[in-house]
């Protein structure tokens, strides 16, 4: 990437500024280790403020209903991918979301696969995906993949047993809520789904509204969608990584 290429290079010149000034490595090792640092984290945090204003403009589109000129802009931050890490799979991992919360699965398919591995919840909604379209092993995998990013948020272990239930595996939806229930202690939302499988009820998401929503549009009341649409279109913007 551009930004640690640059870095490095400014690196390297201290680097032979201190060995031709003092004459020894220990001299021109210590001036370059500290401009790197603060030469990197500079041009990254030019890049993440250029991201940011990208992301603030696509954000005005997508709260004004005008979808196909806010995913152009955000396509446009891909550029940005060429100067620092990170930002290319978390433009993926909004892209991607985006387009599942409009149910054009191919479309999201190929964006939620790319996006940034610390992203669980593009992620997730990719885990979803595979569900949907019956590999609910596969779904049940990268769920598991997910854990290290997503166990302090107790929607991943409500989705995450709820896609075991769904696919006839009770017993593992309770080991995970129990897991589960050790991460985010007293959720009533864990506590509530724990009691259900357990009984062998009909599962209510609801606590995990709404969130929920956003990886089964199709279970959302009537009452909610239009104020959700309008939430929807003003997704956050993860900030791109140093």
């Known amino acids: 990437m551009y930004n640690m290429t640059i870095a490095t290079v400014i690196a390297i010149a201290a680097f032979a500024l201190g060995m031709t000034i ?26 993440g403020n250029q991201f940011r204003v990208i992301a603030e403009r696509a954000a005005v589109e997508f709260q004004a209903g005008r979808m196909e000129p806010g995913l152009r802009l955000m396509e446009s931050a891909l550029k940005l991918s060429k100067w620092q890490f990170g930002i290319a799979g978390q433009v993926h991992g909004q892209i991607g979301q985006l387009m599942y919360m409009q149910r054009k699965w191919d479309e999201a398919r190929k964006h939620l696969s790319q996006a940034w591995g610390r992203d669980w919840r593009a992620r997730s909604m990719l885990a979803v995906l595979e569900h949907r379209q019956g590999n609910k092993e596969r ?35 309770l080991e995970l809520l129990g897991e589960g229930l050790k991460k985010c202690e007293n ?12 009984n062998k009820k009909k599962l209510k998401m609801k606590a995990f509204a709404p969130t929920w929503y956003q990886y089964f549009p199709e279970q959302m009341p009537k009452s909610m969608m239009q104020t959700s649409n309008q939430q929807h279109r003003g997704m956050s ?5 140093r």
């Open 22 to 47: 003092a004459g020894s490595l220990i001299a021109g090792f210590v001036p370059a280790a500290i401009s790197l640092l603060i030469a990197y984290f500079l041009l990254a945090r030019r890049s």
């Open 139 to 173: 779904a049940l995998e990268r769920m598991a993949e997910l854990k290290g990013h997503g166990a302090k948020d107790a929607v991943y272990w409500a989705l995450y047993a709820y896609l075991a239930v769904e696919s006839k595996k009770r017993t593992l939806a």
């Open 187 to 198: 959720s009533p939302g864990l506590m509530g789904l724990q009691k259900s499988i357990a």
């Open 237 to 241: 913007i993860p900030q791109p990584r």
